[in-house]
C-alpha cells in the first residue's frame, strides 16, 4: 500500500509518499481501506516531535488518528461489522490507504454523511463531547464558556453542553463576535480583550481547548467548587485557584459517542467546516496550511 511515512522528526518536509506493507487485523480488529483521513493539530506536533514524550514515533512510522473508509476483512472475533460496511473512527497510522482498527472504535457512518467527510469528525466531535461531559460535567441550568469556540473541538463543546441545557458562552477572538453569534450561544466574549474577561460574571465551568492567557484568566472567573476542563492541560496559575477543580481531557476512542455526533452534523444540528480537501501524497502541503491556523478542517483523501 501506499502511505506517508515518517523517518525523522522534524518539518512537512520529513513527509514521504511511498510504499508500506499492507497490515493485518488482530482478533479484535477491522482492516478498513481508507477513503480519507484528516489533520488535527495532534499530527502536527508527532511529527515535529513536540509529542516525543508521550505519543512517540517508531521510526519509520506512519501518523494520522482519524479514519473513514470501507471495511475489508475482520478478526474472527469482531462482531457487528463486515465487508463493505462504511465505518469512520479514531484509530493510528491513517495517513496511509489501509489500516487496522479496534472494532469497539469504529461507528458505521450514518446515511446522509458523505464518507470522505466523515473523516473530519472522529477526533475533534469525540473531544469535544469528552470536555463537556467528562470534564466540565455541566448541568442543565448551569454556565459554562468554552473557549475557541469556533474551531472544531470548541464547536463540538458548545453542541454538546447545549445539548445539556447549559447556558454557554463562547469565547473567542474579537474579530469573532459576530460570527458566534451563528453557533446558538448563550453570549460570547472576546477572549484577546482582557477588560471584557475581567467583566465576565462567576462561571459554573470553562470548556478550554486553546490555553495561553485566555486560561489564566478565565480560571480566576471559576466558582468555588467549579470546574476548569482542558484538553491542553492546566494553566499555568492553577495552583493560585485551589478552590477551582482542574480536569485535564485526553481524548479517547467513543463510537458511540461519535455517531451521535455525527447523526448531529446530518441533521444540521451542529456544523463542522471544511476547508480544503487535498490529495493523501499532498500530505506535507496540507500540514503547512494547518499550521497557518485555518478556521475548519482539512482532509486528506486517498
Known sequence: MKAIVITRYGGPEVMEYRDCPDPSPGPEEVLVRI??????PFDLMRRSGQAKDFAPISFPGIIGVDVAGTVMSCG??????????????MADQTYAERCVVKAESLAKVPPGLDLVEAA?????TTTGYQLIMKGARIQRGQTVLVTGALGSVGRSAVFTAKSLGAKVIAGVRKKQLEQAKALNVDGAVALDD????AGLKALDAVADAVDGTAAALLIGKVKNGGIFASVLGPPKNSAEHASVKVVPIYAGPDAKALLEMATAVVEGRLSIPIVAKKSLKDAAEAHAMVAKGPNGKILLMV
Open 76 to 89: 474472527n472475533k469482531v462482531k457487528g461489522f463486515s465487508a463493505g460496511d462504511r465505518v469512520f473512527g
Open 35 to 40: 477513503a480519507a483521513t484528516s489533520i488535527n
Open 194 to 197: 482582557q477588560d471584557a474577561v
Open 120 to 124: 473530519a469528525l472522529p477526533l475533534v
